[in-house]
């Protein structure tokens, strides 16, 4: 395998301290051995690939799940569990002026479905994730920010002065808000190892440990090889998004780009702690930084606080950007300074070139698709673009917004890409003040 980031990243030593490890027993996938064939081999075991084994398993196609590390292990087991809008990072604007008015109003539909796609499996599957939220609510960092804010309102939501603020419960020195109804918060632990119990129970096979060291194209489709074994499949769908390698496939070099996040988690608040700082709603919120801060008072009273920031993956940068994101925490939420930070970890986001997600074909490998760069909303768009590879693998053509259609063209600098990170982390950060 052929990664971006040095090997530190693929390790422990950023996930140590993950939250969510603590909430729900781990599964325990037999590791892939011997030659295996199925109709559909999914590489990856997140939420992108444990949906599309879920719904190949539920039309009757056999499928394996081949996941490098163990349940959970990638950024579907450690996100900050914001089921909610979003997967592009281009504003409503700019798709319309790149795609057009109505292709922009079909993937903000896509994004709205891919929300109640994730409620509808949690009801189905009788997955318990600790739901909260009704909705999600941008918080204005700035005078500024809350301008645009009003700006771009609509009537599908709710816009909040500032003065209405600590009346809903949201205490700290924000500027404003609006509130989209679309969304929740949950546990994505618990939400992935529900679909992959759903997955199982339908006849899906997954492994773990069992890292794709090569794709061959035979005659009869692909033969997939791990350490210790071969599959061979008739389709093979890549989900791997922010843990890709530059060489499963050949194709995938250049296309995405992994980003750092880093979240953290108090212990229990108690109902003083909570009146002191004003913060006594459930609603799951970020603010209006391009490099944002996300945040959500959970069920068990517990904290969770995220930002995006972090350049480098090394045990000095780890140490450098949890410093970063704890001084944050305290300067936003300054009368919780001195309450116990339990666990914090980080993780990899992932974007493409062009700021939208991709969903469709391996070009040159027919039978072999590909869905990745949710731009830090996997939750939603990486369940949704499961279902949509399963689509295609079963030749049922889904009907997808063109901006998720479009081959990503591949970053500049190709394997030294990441370079042109500190540059536009730099120009954001001066846009944010």
Not at 21 to 41: F, H, Q, R, Y
Not at 408 to 432: E, H, I, K, S, V
């Amino acid at each position: 395998m052929k990664r971006l980031f040095p090997d530190y990243t693929y390790g422990p030593g950023p996930r140590e301290g993950c939250w969510w490890d603590e909430t729900i027993p781990s599964l325990n996938w037999p590791e892939m051995k011997g030659d295996l064939t199925v109709d559909v081999a999914v590489v990856g075991g997140g939420f992108t690939g444990l949906s599309a084994a879920l719904h190949l398993a539920q039309a009757g196609t056999s499928v394996a799940v081949l996941e490098a590390e163990t349940p959970g292990w990638g950024a579907s087991g450690r996100n900050g569990g914001f089921c909610c809008l979003g997967g592009s990072k281009l504003s409503p604007k700019a798709m319309s002026r790149r795609f057009g008015a109505s292709a922009a109003r079909e993937y903000g539909q896509a994004e709205a479905d891919a929300v109640h796609l994730v409620a509808g499996l949690l009801r189905d599957h009788r997955i318990e994730a600790d739901v909260h939220s009704k909705g999600e609510t941008q918080l204005a960092h700035n005078a500024r920010a809350m301008s645009a804010l009003r700006k771009g309102a609509d009537s599908t939501g709710v816009l909040h002065e500032a003065k209405d603020l600590p009346g809903l419960g949201f205490g700290g020195a924000f500027h404003g808000g609006y509130t989209n109804p679309v969304g929740f918060g949950l546990n994505p632990r618990k939400y992935l190892f529900g679909l992959a119990e759903a997955a199982q129970r339908n006849g899906a096979k997954l492994f773990q440990k069992s890292a794709v060291q090569a794709l061959q194209k035979i005659a009869q489709g692909f033969e997939v090889t791990t350490p210790v074994g071969k599959v061979r499949a008739s389709s093979v769908l890549i989900c791997t998004n922010g843990y890709s390698s530059e060489d499963v496939p050949d194709w995938m070099s250049g296309r995405y780009m992994p980003a750092q996040s880093t979240v953290l988690v108090t212990r229990p608040l108690t109902k003083l702690e909570l009146a002191a700082q004003g913060w006594t709603t459930d609603q799951m919120s970020y603010d209006t930084r391009h490099l944002l801060h996300y945040f959500r008072l959970m069920p068990d009273r517990r904290f969770l606080f995220g930002m995006r920031g972090g350049l480098r993956s090394s045990p000095r940068a780890e140490a450098a950007i949890r410093h970063k994101v704890q001084r944050d925490f305290t300067r936003m939420f300054p009368e919780w300074s001195a309450v116990d930070i339990t666990h914090i970890w980080s993780g990899m986001v992932c974007l493409t070139r062009g700021l939208t997600p991709y969903v469709g074909p391996v070009p040159g490998r027919p039978g072999m698709f590909a869905g990745f760069a949710f731009h830090g909303n996997g939750v939603a768009m990486g369940t949704y673009c499961g279902r949509a590879l399963a689509q295609l693998a079963l030749g049922q053509g889904p009907q997808l917004p063109t901006p998720m259609t479009r081959t990503p063209p591949r970053f500049p600098l190709g394997p030294w890409r990441r370079a042109l990170m500190p540059p536009a982390y730099w120009m954001m950060g001066l846009a944010d003040m």
